[in-house]
T-cell receptor
Framework: AQSVAQPEDQVNVAEGNPLTVKCTYS??????LFWYVQYPNRGLQFLLK??????LVKGSYGFEAEFNKSQTSFHLKKPSALVSDSALYFC??????????FGSGTKLNVKP | NAGVMQNPRHLVRRRGQEARLRCSPM?????VYWYRQLPEEGLKFMVY????????ESGMPKERFSAEFPKEGPSILRIQQVVRGDSAAYFC???????????FGDGTRLSIL
Protein backbone atom coordinates (compact mmCIF):
# COMPACT_ATOMS: atom_id res chain seq x y z
CA ALA A 1 0.00 0.00 0.00
CA GLN A 2 1.13 3.53 -0.74
CA SER A 3 1.84 5.86 2.16
CA VAL A 4 3.71 8.99 3.08
CA ALA A 5 5.15 9.91 6.47
CA GLN A 6 6.15 13.35 7.66
CA PRO A 7 7.72 12.63 11.04
CA GLU A 8 7.81 16.22 12.28
CA ASP A 9 4.62 18.08 13.11
CA GLN A 10 6.58 21.30 13.33
CA VAL A 11 9.96 22.64 12.27
CA ASN A 12 11.43 25.85 13.70
CA VAL A 13 14.27 27.66 12.00
CA ALA A 14 15.79 31.12 12.14
CA GLU A 15 15.61 33.35 9.11
CA GLY A 16 18.67 32.95 6.92
CA ASN A 17 19.41 29.44 8.14
CA PRO A 18 18.96 26.35 5.99
CA LEU A 19 15.76 24.38 6.43
CA THR A 20 14.82 20.74 5.93
CA VAL A 21 11.34 19.25 6.06
CA LYS A 22 11.41 15.46 6.11
CA CYS A 23 9.34 13.00 4.13
CA THR A 24 9.55 9.24 3.72
CA TYR A 25 7.37 7.17 1.48
CA SER A 26 6.24 3.66 0.75
CA UNK A 27 5.10 2.83 -2.78
CA UNK A 28 4.90 -0.18 -5.03
CA UNK A 29 6.29 0.59 -8.44
CA UNK A 30 7.98 3.81 -9.45
CA UNK A 31 7.63 6.68 -7.00
CA UNK A 32 6.07 9.91 -8.24
CA LEU A 33 6.70 12.39 -5.45
CA PHE A 34 5.45 15.91 -4.87
CA TRP A 35 5.75 18.76 -2.37
CA TYR A 36 3.01 21.30 -1.77
CA VAL A 37 2.74 24.36 0.48
CA GLN A 38 -0.41 25.66 2.11
CA TYR A 39 -0.87 29.18 3.45
CA PRO A 40 -3.74 30.01 5.84
CA ASN A 41 -7.19 29.87 4.27
CA ARG A 42 -5.76 28.84 0.92
CA GLY A 43 -5.50 25.67 -1.12
CA LEU A 44 -2.30 23.72 -1.59
CA GLN A 45 0.22 25.13 -4.02
CA PHE A 46 2.52 22.88 -6.01
CA LEU A 47 6.24 23.38 -5.25
CA LEU A 48 8.09 20.61 -7.03
CA LYS A 49 7.98 17.01 -8.18
CA UNK A 50 10.24 14.03 -8.74
CA UNK A 51 9.37 11.66 -11.55
CA UNK A 52 12.71 10.40 -12.82
CA UNK A 53 16.22 11.65 -13.51
CA UNK A 54 18.36 13.75 -11.20
CA UNK A 55 17.89 13.05 -7.53
CA LEU A 56 18.02 16.76 -6.69
CA VAL A 57 14.91 18.52 -7.89
CA LYS A 58 14.57 22.30 -7.95
CA GLY A 59 11.22 23.98 -7.55
CA SER A 60 9.46 27.24 -6.83
CA TYR A 61 10.58 29.95 -4.37
CA GLY A 62 14.11 28.55 -4.04
CA PHE A 63 13.00 25.18 -2.68
CA GLU A 64 14.60 21.92 -3.68
CA ALA A 65 14.15 18.30 -2.71
CA GLU A 66 16.45 15.33 -2.67
CA PHE A 67 15.19 11.92 -3.72
CA ASN A 68 16.95 9.06 -1.97
CA LYS A 69 15.83 5.67 -3.20
CA SER A 70 17.71 3.58 -0.65
CA GLN A 71 16.25 5.54 2.25
CA THR A 72 12.87 6.01 0.54
CA SER A 73 13.03 9.68 1.40
CA PHE A 74 12.19 12.92 -0.35
CA HIS A 75 13.22 15.72 2.01
CA LEU A 76 12.41 19.32 1.17
CA LYS A 77 15.24 21.83 1.55
CA LYS A 78 16.05 25.48 1.19
CA PRO A 79 19.51 26.99 1.72
CA SER A 80 18.28 30.19 3.38
CA ALA A 81 14.85 30.41 5.00
CA LEU A 82 12.61 33.47 4.80
CA VAL A 83 9.95 34.51 7.31
CA SER A 84 7.48 34.33 4.42
CA ASP A 85 8.24 30.60 4.06
CA SER A 86 6.27 29.98 7.26
CA ALA A 87 3.39 27.74 6.20
CA LEU A 88 2.16 24.15 6.21
CA TYR A 89 4.06 21.77 3.93
CA PHE A 90 2.73 18.52 2.51
CA CYS A 91 4.56 15.67 0.85
CA UNK A 92 2.60 13.44 -1.54
CA UNK A 93 3.08 10.31 -3.58
CA UNK A 94 1.05 9.27 -6.62
CA UNK A 95 0.29 5.67 -7.39
CA UNK A 96 -0.07 4.00 -10.77
CA UNK A 97 -3.81 4.72 -10.74
CA UNK A 98 -3.43 8.51 -10.47
CA UNK A 99 -4.44 8.53 -6.82
CA UNK A 100 -2.45 10.83 -4.53
CA UNK A 101 -1.50 10.07 -0.94
CA PHE A 102 -0.60 13.01 1.29
CA GLY A 103 1.44 13.15 4.46
CA SER A 104 0.01 14.68 7.60
CA GLY A 105 1.78 17.97 7.02
CA THR A 106 4.63 19.83 8.71
CA LYS A 107 4.22 23.34 10.04
CA LEU A 108 7.30 25.43 9.26
CA ASN A 109 7.97 28.39 11.52
CA VAL A 110 10.70 30.78 10.40
CA LYS A 111 11.64 33.27 13.12
CA PRO A 112 13.11 36.67 12.27
CA ASN B 1 -5.40 30.35 -17.49
CA ALA B 2 -7.83 30.25 -14.61
CA GLY B 3 -7.02 27.92 -11.77
CA VAL B 4 -9.32 25.52 -10.00
CA MET B 5 -12.43 27.42 -8.95
CA GLN B 6 -14.44 26.38 -5.94
CA ASN B 7 -17.67 27.95 -4.78
CA PRO B 8 -18.91 29.02 -2.47
CA ARG B 9 -15.83 29.88 -0.39
CA HIS B 10 -17.90 29.76 2.76
CA LEU B 11 -21.13 27.87 3.31
CA VAL B 12 -23.26 27.84 6.43
CA ARG B 13 -25.95 25.23 6.89
CA ARG B 14 -28.19 24.13 9.71
CA ARG B 15 -28.26 20.54 10.81
CA GLY B 16 -30.39 18.44 8.49
CA GLN B 17 -29.97 20.68 5.45
CA GLU B 18 -28.13 19.82 2.26
CA ALA B 19 -24.75 21.24 1.25
CA ARG B 20 -23.66 21.42 -2.38
CA LEU B 21 -20.05 22.27 -3.10
CA ARG B 22 -18.93 23.08 -6.62
CA CYS B 23 -15.59 22.70 -8.33
CA SER B 24 -14.61 23.82 -11.80
CA PRO B 25 -11.32 22.19 -12.78
CA MET B 26 -8.56 23.90 -14.68
CA UNK B 27 -9.07 24.02 -18.42
CA UNK B 28 -8.01 20.78 -20.02
CA UNK B 29 -8.09 18.79 -16.78
CA UNK B 30 -10.28 15.70 -16.78
CA UNK B 31 -9.40 14.37 -13.31
CA VAL B 32 -11.02 15.77 -10.18
CA TYR B 33 -10.28 14.92 -6.57
CA TRP B 34 -12.08 15.96 -3.41
CA TYR B 35 -10.39 16.19 -0.01
CA ARG B 36 -11.49 17.17 3.46
CA GLN B 37 -9.33 19.04 5.95
CA LEU B 38 -9.92 19.81 9.60
CA PRO B 39 -8.08 22.79 11.19
CA GLU B 40 -4.34 22.20 11.61
CA GLU B 41 -4.68 18.72 10.12
CA GLY B 42 -3.76 16.99 6.91
CA LEU B 43 -5.85 16.18 3.89
CA LYS B 44 -8.20 13.26 3.91
CA PHE B 45 -8.92 11.81 0.48
CA MET B 46 -12.60 11.46 -0.31
CA VAL B 47 -13.16 10.70 -3.99
CA TYR B 48 -11.47 10.69 -7.39
CA UNK B 49 -13.52 11.25 -10.52
CA UNK B 50 -13.02 11.52 -14.22
CA UNK B 51 -15.63 12.85 -16.58
CA UNK B 52 -18.91 11.03 -15.82
CA UNK B 53 -17.12 8.32 -13.85
CA UNK B 54 -16.26 7.73 -10.22
CA UNK B 55 -12.81 6.13 -10.20
CA UNK B 56 -12.23 5.76 -6.47
CA GLU B 57 -14.63 6.69 -3.69
CA SER B 58 -12.92 4.77 -0.92
CA GLY B 59 -12.66 7.88 1.25
CA MET B 60 -16.30 8.85 1.07
CA PRO B 61 -18.68 8.04 3.91
CA LYS B 62 -21.18 5.46 2.71
CA GLU B 63 -24.18 7.54 3.67
CA ARG B 64 -25.18 11.15 2.97
CA PHE B 65 -22.18 11.93 0.74
CA SER B 66 -22.13 11.76 -3.03
CA ALA B 67 -20.05 13.25 -5.83
CA GLU B 68 -20.41 13.69 -9.54
CA PHE B 69 -18.43 15.13 -12.43
CA PRO B 70 -20.82 15.46 -15.35
CA LYS B 71 -19.87 15.77 -18.98
CA GLU B 72 -20.75 19.45 -18.86
CA GLY B 73 -20.40 21.68 -15.84
CA PRO B 74 -18.57 21.56 -12.55
CA SER B 75 -17.97 18.67 -10.22
CA ILE B 76 -20.38 18.62 -7.30
CA LEU B 77 -19.83 17.26 -3.81
CA ARG B 78 -23.19 16.83 -2.14
CA ILE B 79 -23.75 16.29 1.57
CA GLN B 80 -27.28 15.46 2.61
CA GLN B 81 -28.71 15.93 6.09
CA VAL B 82 -25.60 17.64 7.37
CA VAL B 83 -24.42 17.15 10.94
CA ARG B 84 -22.00 19.20 13.08
CA GLY B 85 -19.21 16.76 12.35
CA ASP B 86 -19.35 17.69 8.66
CA SER B 87 -17.86 21.11 9.48
CA ALA B 88 -14.51 21.27 7.70
CA ALA B 89 -12.72 22.74 4.71
CA TYR B 90 -13.37 20.80 1.52
CA PHE B 91 -10.76 21.08 -1.20
CA CYS B 92 -11.01 20.17 -4.82
CA UNK B 93 -7.99 19.43 -6.99
CA UNK B 94 -7.78 18.79 -10.71
CA UNK B 95 -5.18 17.16 -12.90
CA UNK B 96 -4.38 15.78 -16.30
CA UNK B 97 -3.12 12.41 -15.11
CA UNK B 98 0.30 11.13 -16.09
CA UNK B 99 3.22 12.79 -14.34
CA UNK B 100 1.50 16.09 -13.77
CA UNK B 101 0.74 17.43 -10.29
CA UNK B 102 -2.68 18.20 -8.96
CA UNK B 103 -3.76 21.81 -8.77
CA PHE B 104 -5.93 22.87 -5.86
CA GLY B 105 -8.76 25.31 -5.40
CA ASP B 106 -8.94 27.51 -2.31
CA GLY B 107 -11.57 25.34 -0.73
CA THR B 108 -15.08 25.66 0.64
CA ARG B 109 -15.34 26.15 4.37
CA LEU B 110 -18.48 24.45 5.56
CA SER B 111 -19.93 25.42 8.91
CA ILE B 112 -22.86 23.59 10.43
CA LEU B 113 -24.97 25.44 12.99
Amino acid sequence: AQSVAQPEDQVNVAEGNPLTVKCTYSVSGNPYLFWYVQYPNRGLQFLLKYITGDNLVKGSYGFEAEFNKSQTSFHLKKPSALVSDSALYFCAVRDDFNKFYFGSGTKLNVKP
Amino acid sequence: NAGVMQNPRHLVRRRGQEARLRCSPMKGHSHVYWYRQLPEEGLKFMVYLQKENIIDESGMPKERFSAEFPKEGPSILRIQQVVRGDSAAYFCASGQGGNQPQHFGDGTRLSIL
